[in-house]
């Protein structure tokens, strides 16, 4: 599970460390988080392997807490 607080609320499409590589953050994730800051993204799949051997993690899927 990802949330904007574990990508400290960053504000612009980003390659940010996760586990044992890169996850990738677009504007769709973004615009989720900034209409939902409290979106939780429950998908996180391995999209490649980079040149230097780190692994490139994408989200997808995103649910709102049930208090919201």
Do not use: C
Not at 8 to 19: C, D, F, G, R, T
Not at 45 to 59: E, H, N, P, Q
């Amino acid at each position: 599970m990802i949330t904007w607080a574990d990508v400290n609320h960053i504000e612009e499409p980003a390659k940010v460390p996760y586990l044992d590589g890169i996850l990738q953050i677009s504007h769709k994730e973004l615009a989720v988080w900034k209409e939902h800051p409290n979106a939780i993204f429950r998908t996180v799949s391995r999209a490649s392997v980079v040149s230097d051997g780190r692994v490139v993690y994408l989200i997808s899927n995103w649910d709102l807490p049930t208090h919201e």
